[in-house]
């Protein structure tokens, strides 16, 4: 059973920055493409980054394009977000996720496997 543990979040203020982690155990993260969502209570969750399995390919979200870097370290089966020049509307639950897909996606119904997420709050 794989399972995916988020740490990183907290509160920042506007132009800030943070680094979310997910660790995945179970099976090596090498095996998933994996991507980070996030949620903002009344809204649907959104598709922010993803990452191929080899680390090869990676997308984006518009909103977080130049800002966000999502990257991975399968040796240590962990995947990234960095997040810099962080604005108010990026406040949410960010969740990281795997999926057995070979390619990057963003469409979160291909994956397979979630965390339990870490919140990030961006006070303006």
């Known amino acids: 059973q794989v399972q995916l543990v988020e740490s990183g979040g907290g509160l920042v203020q506007a132009g800030g920055s943070l680094e979310l982690s997910c660790i995945v155990s179970?099976?090596?993260?090498?095996?998933?493409?994996m991507g980070w969502f996030r949620r903002v209570p009344g809204k649907e969750r959104e598709s922010v980054a993803a990452?191929?399995?080899?680390?090869?390919?990676?997308l984006y979200a518009d909103s977080v394009k130049g800002r966000f870097t999502i990257s991975r370290e399968n040796a240590k089966n962990t995947v990234y977000l960095q997040m810099t020049s962080l604005k108010p509307e990026d406040t949410g639950g960010y969740y990281c996720?795997?999926?057995?897909?070979?390619?990057?996606?963003?469409?979160?119904?291909?994956?397979?496997?979630w965390g339990q997420g870490t919140q990030v709050t961006v006070s303006s």
């Open positions: 990452i191929s399995p080899g680390g090869g390919l990676s």
């Open positions: 996720a795997a999926s057995d897909m070979h390619i990057a996606i963003m469409t979160a119904s291909r994956y397979t496997d």
């Open positions: 179970g099976r090596p993260s090498s095996s998933y493409a």
